[in-house]
């Protein structure tokens, strides 16, 4: 039997004035960002909190690049940036595997180092995510949280609605998603939740100067779950 409002109940909440600042400055860094990469012809989304609005000043600006590119391009377009750190991770041995960089004031430029399924582009919507011209246009999106609440941007600040209180099939009609992610996302922050943050299959940090494809191969040759996925 589920239990009625397991991750909270329904909010309507009004953002004050220093709320939206922090919007407007989380949402102007990633313009930066996503309009340097944009210059080099390469396209980008912000997912999660600056793209649903929900932010405080911990909230991380996370930029991804939904497509297969060569890591070098990636960081030339960062080349006006400071990259603190350059990584590889996978969530699971069956999930894209990906490079990050690291950059300052929280932020995060990360790209397939695979080629993506189709249905992994659906979690990036599950969080909700938006392109460079919806930034531009201050669009905000529904998406859910880690809590597994459901973000509803309005005029004055967002609603929230608990995924227990909805059907699967209403979240991912709203997301534009299919029903099966929902109810894989629900599974595994649900787990999370019980047992505490899982952490994720892997997360290499790699020299500054190394290049993310070569690193991969060297990971790939003493991970065969790696390697697995690589082919």
């Known amino acids: 039997m589920r239990r009625a409002a397991a991750y909270g109940v329904r909010k309507l909440i009004e953002y004050t004035e220093d709320r939206w600042n922090i919007l407007k400055k989380k949402r102007r860094r990633a313009r930066e960002v996503m309009e340097s990469l944009l210059s080099f012809g390469i396209e980008s989304i912000v997912y999660g909190s600056v793209a649903r609005g929900d932010v405080n000043e911990r909230s991380d600006v996370d930029i991804f690049i939904p497509h297969t590119i060569p890591s070098y ?5 960062l080349d006006g940036f400071e990259i603190l750190e350059k990584r590889i991770v996978q969530a699971t041995p069956n999930y894209a595997i990906k490079g990050e960089f690291v950059l300052t004031d929280d932020t995060t430029v990360s790209f397939p180092l695979v080629r993506m399924r189709e249905r992994e582009m659906d979690f990036y919507k599950f969080g909700g995510c938006i392109d460079y011209s919806g930034i531009k246009d201050d669009i905000r999106v529904p998406g859910v949280d880690k809590r597994l609440v459901l973000i509803i941007p309005t005029t004055k600040g967002h609603r929230e609605v608990p995924l227990t209180d909805m059907h699967p099939s209403s979240v991912a009609r709203m997301l534009g998603i299919s029903i099966d992610i929902v109810a894989e996302r629900i599974r595994v922050l649900t787990r999370r939740r019980e047992v505490g943050r899982t952490g994720i299959f892997l997360c ?8 993310f494809e070569s690193a991969l191969k060297t990971i790939a040759s003493r991970n065969p779950a790696v390697r697995r996925r690589l082919e």
């Open 204 to 211: 290499e940090t790699i020299h500054l100067n190394d290049c």
């Open 73 to 77: 391009k990636v960081e030339i377009a």
